[in-house]
């Protein structure tokens, strides 16, 4: 993979922020990489660098039809000389390629070979019986978690947020989408700890765009695995009626945002924490003199 972008820290200006007198920012990880976008290269990248330690010629991993991480995985395989071999939820497309989602098509374009498999079979994929079943079958692969989340995926966030330190160091609010936790995880973990004597000691927001994301929290907790960090919250009801799920109202405000600022957002996942980020500023949770990051973490292939 190529070395780390240095993405923009965007001001975002704005009457309603004066109103609160507050700073809001938005990081442009949409921008690190055309394909492997966001949040999944940082993800993807020491898992790359382990498959290749252990002399694996293929990446495998599990996805949805519209996941950005399977289009993601198939990118960063093909530029690193690898393979790639995609387990898709649905059985049902297996013999449609002309149903197949953008993500999936462009996903086979770049070389990934497909397995369909059924909605129960796919619960069931990460139980050590599968998995068994996966590694004999393709003793050559480097299995990848569904959406590229393991403690290597926590790791790639480092960097990164060394580089939100350096752009803002005295920031005291990041909000990030969240699906399993693997990217909060990160940030939590590699974020710098400021002094609770400070007027603004820092705070990162989670927000799980899945229902009752408070499942997510013990998992997190683990890749976390430090006891010394910045406290960090999942707000959990700004899931907008769950993984996918689209109301009118999230659409508008996506729609206005990106009007005024001329970011674009996706729909799943940086829209429901730009909408977290409004509900929580009209509450007043966010006190005068607050350095807002909101953390863009790409996904719009999705959008295609
Ligand atoms: C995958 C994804 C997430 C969720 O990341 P997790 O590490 O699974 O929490 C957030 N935003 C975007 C745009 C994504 O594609």
């Not at 139980?127 to 079958?137: D, F, G, P, S, V």
């Amino acid at each position: 993979m190529n070395e780390q972008t240095i993405t923009p820290l965007t001001p975002l200006i704005s009457p309603i922020f004066e109103t609160h007198n507050i700073t809001v920012y938005m990081k442009r990880e949409e921008l690190n990489h055309p394909y492997i976008q966001g949040n999944k290269w940082h993800k993807l990248k020491f898992n790359i660098q382990e498959a290749l330690i252990q002399h694996k010629t293929t990446l495998l991993t599990f996805g949805g039809a519209y996941s950005n991480h399977i289009a993601a995985t198939a990118v960063a395989a093909q530029e690193a000389g690898l393979t790639s071999i995609g387990i898709i939820r649905g059985e049902e497309l297996s013999k449609k390629p002309e149903k197949w989602s953008h993500t999936l098509k462009e996903a086979a374009k770049n070389g990934m070979v497909f397995l369909f498999i059924s909605r129960s079979e796919y619960r069931n994929k990460s139980t050590n019986n599968a998995l068994k079943q996966l590694e004999t079958r393709f003793p050559d692969a480097y299995i990848i978690p569904e959406g590229g989340s393991n403690s290597l995926a926590v790791k790639g966030f480092q960097p990164l947020m060394q580089q939100i330190e350096e752009q803002c160091p005295d920031w005291t609010h990041l909000f990030s989408a969240v699906g399993t936790g693997a990217t909060l995880a990160g940030i939590v973990k590699y974020a710098s700890v400021k002094s609770k004597h400070l007027n603004h000691p820092r705070i990162i927001l989670g927000v799980p765009v899945l229902k009752q994301g408070d499942y997510l929290r013990p998992q997190i907790k683990e890749w976390i695995a430090e006891p010394h960090v910045n406290s960090w919250q999942l707000l959990t009801d700004y899931h907008c009626g769950g993984y996918a799920k689209t109301p009118d109202d999230l659409l508008q405000q996506k729609a206005t945002f990106e009007q005024a600022f001329g970011i674009p957002l996706d729909p799943i996942y940086t829209a429901k924490m730009m909408y977290a980020f409004y509900d929580q500023l009209k509450q007043n949770k966010i006190k005068p003199g607050s350095k807002v990051i909101l953390l863009h973490t790409g996904g719009l292939q999705g959008n295609l």
